[in-house]
C-alpha cells in the first residue's frame, strides 16, 4: 500500500511539516509492504497559477502540461491521499488550492459530459485532510468555520470527484495541549491509514 502525503507550507521546520513527516512514519511504522512519497509543494517549486493552458484542459481544448500530468500520475499510484496544511483565512493555502486547480481537471479528476451529466472519475481514492490551525476550538464553532471548511473542500472538491474523506481532522491549540499532542495524533492517523483495507483483505 502506497501512500501521498502532499504538504504546503513555506518553512520546512514548521509544524506543519513535522505533522506531515510524523504521519509518514505512522504509516510505514515497520509495516512491510506500506510505503510514502511526501510531496513538498513549495521545496518542488509547483506553480499553482492557474493558465491559459490549463483553462483550455478545462474546456477539452488542450492536454495537460508536464508538470499537471506528473502530479496526476503520483495520484494514480497512490492507495491514499493525504493532504497536510495550515489554516489561511479558513480555508487551505493558495499553493494547495492552486495544486487543486491545476492537477484535478477536468477529463482526470471528473468528466463533465454534455447533457449536464457529471462522472466522477476518483472513486477509488481515500482521501485524509489534517488541517493545522491558530485559532482555538471555540473559535471554529461560534463561526461555523470548521462546517464550512468542510462543505467547501471535503464536499464541494473531492466529493464532486468521488473521492471519499475518510479523515477531516483539524490540529488546534487549546490551554491544555502543545504541539507534541498533535504529532502523536499525526502517527496515529498515518497508523490507521489502510487498516480498512487490510481488514477487507482479510476477511
Given amino acids: 500500500m502506497h501512500a501521498l502525503v502532499v504538504v504546503a507550507h513555506p518553512d520546512p521546520r514548521s509544524l506543519t511539516h513535522a505533522v506531515a513527516a510524523r504521519l509518514a512514519q505512522g504509516v510505514s511504522g515497520g509495516v512491510?509492504?506500506?510505503?510514502?512519497?511526501?510531496a513538498d509543494l513549495m521545496a518542488e517549486?509547483?506553480?499553482?497559477?492557474?493558465?491559459?493552458?490549463?483553462?483550455a484542459v478545462?474546456?477539452?481544448q488542450a492536454a495537460p502540461s508536464a508538470d499537471v500530468l506528473a502530479e496526476q500520475a503520483r495520484i494514480d499510484r497512490a492507495d491514499a491521499l493525504v493532504l497536510v496544511y495550515?489554516?489561511?483565512w479558513w480555508s487551505m493555502p493558495g499553493l494547495l488550492k492552486g495544486?487543486?486547480?491545476r492537477v484535478f481537471a477536468n477529463g482526470w479528476a471528473y468528466d463533465e459530459i454534455p447533457g449536464g451529466r457529471l462522472e466522477k472519475k476518483l472513486g477509488r481514492l481515500p482521501?485524509?485532510?489534517?488541517?493545522?490551525?491558530?485559532?482555538?476550538?471555540r473559535t471554529y464553532e461560534r463561526h461555523g468555520y470548521s462546517g464550512a471548511m468542510k462543505t467547501q473542500i471535503d464536499?464541494?472538491?473531492?466529493?464532486?470527484?468521488?473521492?471519499?474523506?475518510?479523515t477531516s481532522e483539524f490540529l488546534l491549540?487549546?490551554?491544555?495541549?502543545?504541539?507534541?499532542?498533535?504529532l502523536d495524533t499525526a502517527r496515529t492517523i498515518g497508523g490507521r491509514l489502510f487498516q480498512a483495507a487490510e481488514r477487507s483483505d482479510a476477511a
Fill in 86 to 88: 495550515p489554516v489561511y
Fill in 155 to 166: 464536499h464541494g472538491i473531492f466529493d464532486y470527484c468521488g473521492a471519499r474523506v475518510v
Fill in 58 to 60: 478545462h474546456l477539452k
Fill in 99 to 101: 495544486w487543486i486547480d
Fill in 173 to 182: 491549540p487549546s490551554d491544555t495541549q502543545d504541539p507534541s499532542a498533535h
Fill in 127 to 137: 482521501v485524509h485532510l489534517v488541517a493545522l490551525g491558530g485559532a482555538g476550538q
Fill in 45 to 55: 517549486g509547483f506553480d499553482p497559477r492557474f493558465t491559459a493552458n490549463d483553462h
Fill in 32 to 38: 512491510s509492504g506500506h510505503s510514502v512519497e511526501i
